[in-house]
């Protein structure tokens, strides 16, 4: 990676932006939400988007590369302080609403939305940000468990709510970072830091690159002329589920084993496609089919990322395709509705590539298509989908946008 780069909110403190980033309707719409629960106008409004993932999967928690992009969906948080120390939260997708204390934050069996919402309030004050209580309002269009990382988006504009509440300021990586935390301790799910980086440092028209180990990132443009066509398999499985975290304790387990022949490495982001070669046949055959993922993987994404540059969306394609076989079949993490999207997208020569997006077990795939066949790609997926899988997908012809914003609200 070359470099630290700047974007809107990585060369200063995330406090304030303008109204450029989220869709004025959308605010206009969470503060109406906001009145019609709380009985008056919120002070600010936080918004966060989901993401896809064009290429590096299931390798951020493996101090890996990974190459997401934000997308037209996102979560809005509407927000007003209190006087007492109470969040009170309202999330308009359960049309539920939750209360936690400041001074006793704990993970909840239920709703298990608050979870999002009261880790990332206990990891602000765990950087010593004296939180205020605070009425919130959820809204958003990101699809839930549909692997478009609506929980990050959630705890990303909720952070940003309750920083702007709070007249604090934080780095936008220390905001990620605080993020995933909250997923890590109230969630229980041990997520890398992809889709939160993401949601915070996303830029319209730009994927970014991250190193996942050193954290520095790099916005590379997206060529003109293409669109990202993502279709939800509606197959949920929850990340929670243990597979997920079987997955990190195998790559562990890789790293333990092939330690004894490489010394000093931490992650499988240390290990090279040949060193694997040579010392993989030692590991149990799952875990070295797990381990060839992550290595094959993490190559991948840096010719991607090159490819990319070159704008050669051909190249990238190809290991847009490679990438979901080795998630197929190495990873295992892929299912027979997935592998049926990216079929029926390997058909249509304006496709350059497809493959899962996400953590996979159901989820969304994603299509890198020529804008001028991107609506006929979708539609044929609505079409032929449900014949093939008898389900219906949810198809979106998506477009890349800026990452979190907060919009300070007056009447
Ligand atoms: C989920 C996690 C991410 C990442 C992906 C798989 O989205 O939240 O951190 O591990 O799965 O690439």
């Known amino acids: 990676m070359e470099s630290h780069c700047t974007s809107p909110v990585a060369s200063g403190l995330l406090k304030e932006s303008s109204l450029m980033t989220a869709s004025h309707d959308a605010l206009v719409h969470a503060a109406d939400g906001f009145r ?5 106008a919120p002070t600010v409004i936080a918004a966060a988007p989901g993401r896809v993932n064009l290429i590096g999967e299931h390798t951020d928690y493996n101090d890996g590369f990974v190459f997401p992009a934000a997308i037209d969906l996102s979560i809005r948080v509407a927000a007003r302080p209190r006087s007492d ?15 936690a204390s400041l001074d006793a934050l704990v993970p909840v069996r239920e709703p298990g939305w608050m979870n999002y919402v009261a880790g990332t309030a206990a990891m602000l004050l765990a950087h010593g940000i004296r939180l205020r209580g605070t009425d919130l309002f959820i809204q958003g269009d990101i699809p839930v468990g549909a692997g478009l990382s609506s ?11 309750l ?12 905001i990620a970072l605080a993020c995933q935390k909250a997923e890590h301790a109230f969630a229980g799910v041990h997520c890398g830091v992809m889709d939160q ?14 190193d996942c180990r050193s954290l520095s990132y790099e916005l590379v443009p997206i060529p003109a002329g293409v669109r990202l066509v993502v279709c939800d398999t509606n197959v949920k499985r929850a990340l929670t589920s243990s597979a997920y975290n079987e997955r990190r304790a195998d790559c562990a387990a890789g790293v333990a084993a092939l330690s004894k022949h490489l010394p000093g490495i931490t992650a499988l ?47 990238f394609g190809k290991l847009m395709y490679q990438s979901h076989l080795s998630l197929k079949n190495d990873y295992e993490v892929s299912c027979p509705e997935l592998d049926t999207i990216v079929d029926i997208c390997a058909e249509e020569d304006e496709v350059f590539g497809a493959r899962m997006t996400g953590a996979g077990f159901g989820g969304c795939a994603v299509c890198l298509v020529s804008a001028a066949h991107a609506e006929r790609v979708a539609e044929r997926l609505r079409t032929e989908y449900p014949v093939k899988t008898g389900r219906q997908p949810t198809v979106y012809v998506s477009t890349v946008e800026d990452g979190a914003s907060v919009h300070p609200f007056r009447i």
Do not use: W
């Open 36 to 40: 019609r629960i709380f009985g008056s």
């Open 85 to 99: 120390a109470t969040l009170a939260a309202h999330a308009s997708m359960f049309g539920a609403t939750a209360q």
């Open 151 to 161: 929980s990050a988006a959630l705890e990303v504009a909720t952070a940003l709510a």
């Open 163 to 174: 920083l702007s509440i709070a007249d604090a300021a934080l780095s936008p990586v220390d």
């Open 197 to 210: 980086f993401i949601s915070v440092l996303g830029k319209r028209d730009h994927a970014l690159f991250v």
């Open 269 to 315: 982001r240390d290990i090279s496609p040949e060193q694997l070669d040579r010392y993989g046949s030692s590991l149990p055959p799952n875990v070295r089919r797990r381990c060839r993922h992550v290595v094959t993987e993490n190559a991948r994404v840096q010719r991607s990322v090159a490819a990319l540059r070159a704008n050669d969306l051909s190249e």
